[in-house]
């Protein structure tokens, strides 16, 4: 490959992983082509962008951006797939869910999420778990309502026994 080409395709990369908030590394050579066309149908209807990608390139990638992926390098071995997605925790559940079919691949190996690295396998479960952006304004305006709710609530309520004893209490000096 040319040195132009490759400059290109390192740039192509870097440009894709700025546009997301996170990013998986993940290993999926194992797969069989029916398997691989699965998976990718999947991220595809997920809105999560699956790129094979070249270990060397995609750390001459990183190096490009801001910030610091050094603690990814240490996982650019064998092939790489990059997972990129806005939503943190769509990757990792879309990797669960195509799992119970098949026990072993895709195979996490690491993962940038809202800048923070999570490394290995093990690792899997926490990152489904992690709530979304949405999903945390989401819980943060159920719990801001929820106080107003109650008080509108114990207002009406309070109202109608107000204007109740006020009702009789009229009716009892006629």
């Known amino acids: 490959m040319k040195k132009e080409d490759k400059a290109l395709i390192i740039e192509k990369i870097a440009e894709t992983i700025k546009e997301y908030s996170c990013f998986y590394l993940v290993e999926t050579a194992g797969?069989?082509?029916?398997?691989?066309?699965?998976?990718?149908?999947e991220c595809f209807n997920s809105d999560i962008k699956l790129m094979v990608v070249k270990n060397t390139l995609l750390h001459k990638a990183l190096e490009q951006l801001e910030g610091?992926?050094?603690?990814?390098?240490?996982?650019?071995?064998?092939?790489?797939?990059?997972?990129?997605?806005?939503?943190?925790?769509?990757?990792?559940?879309?990797?669960?869910?195509?799992?119970?079919?098949?026990?072993?691949?895709?195979?996490?190996?690491?993962a940038y999420v809202e800048e923070t690295v999570y490394m290995g396998e093990d690792q899997l479960e926490v990152l489904s778990n992690i709530k979304s952006k949405n999903?945390?304004?989401?819980?943060?305006?159920?719990?801001?309502?929820?106080?107003?709710?109650?008080?509108?609530?114990?207002?009406?309520?309070?109202?109608?026994?107000?204007?109740?004893?006020?009702?009789?209490?009229?009716?009892?000096?006629?």
């Open 68 to 110: 610091d992926y050094s603690e990814i390098y240490g996982a650019l071995k064998e092939s790489t797939s990059l997972m990129c997605c806005n939503t943190g925790n769509a990757p990792a559940k879309l990797l669960k869910k195509f799992r119970q079919k098949d026990d072993v691949l895709p195979r996490l190996k690491a």
């Open 135 to 174: 999903e945390l304004i989401a819980d943060v305006v159920a719990l801001l309502q929820s106080p107003a709710k109650n008080v509108i609530s114990a207002l009406q309520s309070g109202g109608n026994t107000i204007h109740g004893i006020l009702e009789t209490l009229s009716k009892k000096e006629a």
């Open 31 to 41: 797969l069989n082509a029916e398997k691989t066309s699965q998976l990718r149908r």
